[in-house]
């Protein structure tokens, strides 16, 4: 009997946040960021990005996990060396936080894999000394 060796694309994710002052009230403990996510397919076939599952961690570690499908409405198919940018927002009450979490995918063959999106840091300037 032999084992069938699944070949999955990989996939390189990069993000990077920005505070929106004219978004947030410090006051209110509202901290708002943006960010922005770039995955690009170095694999040799295209996959379908279907769902997301983030980790958002405010500064005294209160832990939300956000789920849902896609990402800002649209479940984009990533061919190989091409890169997909999109860009969201998170709110905070703290003024830092980090993110991290996954995306689940469907290859070409539709066998389902997940992508890490490594760990990044939202830090507005109220939270520098």
Excluded at 46 to 53: D, E, I, Y
Excluded at 54 to 79: R, S
Aim: net charge negative; with cysteine.
């Amino acid at each position: 009997m032999s084992l069938k060796k699944l070949t999955l694309p990989h996939f390189q994710i990069g993000a990077s946040s920005v505070y929106i002052e004219s978004e947030s009230d410090p006051l209110s403990k509202r901290f708002m960021f943006a960010y922005k996510i770039e995955i690009k397919n170095l694999g040799m076939e295209f996959a379908q990005l279907v769902s997301r599952h983030w980790i958002i961690t405010d500064a005294f570690g209160h832990a939300e996990e956000m789920k849902g499908p896609g990402v800002v409405g649209l479940q984009p198919k990533i061919t190989p060396n091409q890169t997909f940018q999109y860009e969201s927002a998170c709110p905070l009450t703290t003024s830092t936080g980090t993110m991290r979490g996954y995306y689940s995918f469907l290859s070409h063959t539709g066998e389902p894999f997940n992508v890490e999106i490594p760990e990044f840091y939202l830090v507005s300037p109220h939270s520098v000394h």
